[in-house]
């Protein structure tokens, strides 16, 4: 899957898109796609307003963006073979690290509950 492609599925799914899989290359397009909208609207906002403290275009955009970004984790969570609910392990703290090790394996290979296979297209 290309950076575009991402974005585009990532944008598109995360109303009705919860019950499909989505493979590491959509997750991490994605996630890159996030942190350079984060930086970039941080980065805007310290040149338009320097002697601010808050970064709350950062913040904004964040929040924007947070709904698709839980619906691409929750597809990537469904391509491994696991219920959405993992992604409740984040909020332990070490959950989180445990969440990142998975998602950088390669998913179910096939058919699996969730769906079919995203790399098999």
């Given at each position: 899957m290309t950076f575009k492609r991402a974005i585009r599925s990532g944008f598109k799914n995360y109303f009705f898109g919860y019950s499909?899989?989505?493979?590491?290359?959509?997750y991490w397009y994605w996630f890159l796609f996030v942190v350079l909208v984060?930086?970039?609207?941080?980065?805007?906002?310290?040149?338009?307003?320097?002697?601010?403290?808050?970064s709350f275009?950062?913040?904004i955009a964040l929040l924007i963006l947070l709904p698709p970004s839980i619906g691409?984790?929750?597809?990537?969570?469904?391509?491994?073979g696991r219920a959405g609910g993992w992604l409740l392990v984040a909020l332990t703290g070490i959950g989180a690290f445990v969440l990142l090790i998975l998602f950088c394996f390669r998913g179910?290979?096939?058919t699996n509950e969730f769906g079919s296979d995203p790399l098999a297209a």
């Open positions: 499909s899989r989505a493979g590491r290359s959509e984060v930086l970039g609207t941080s980065v805007l906002e310290l040149v338009l307003l320097p002697f601010e403290r808050h275009l950062g913040q691409t984790a929750v597809r990537r969570i469904h391509d491994l179910t290979e096939g």
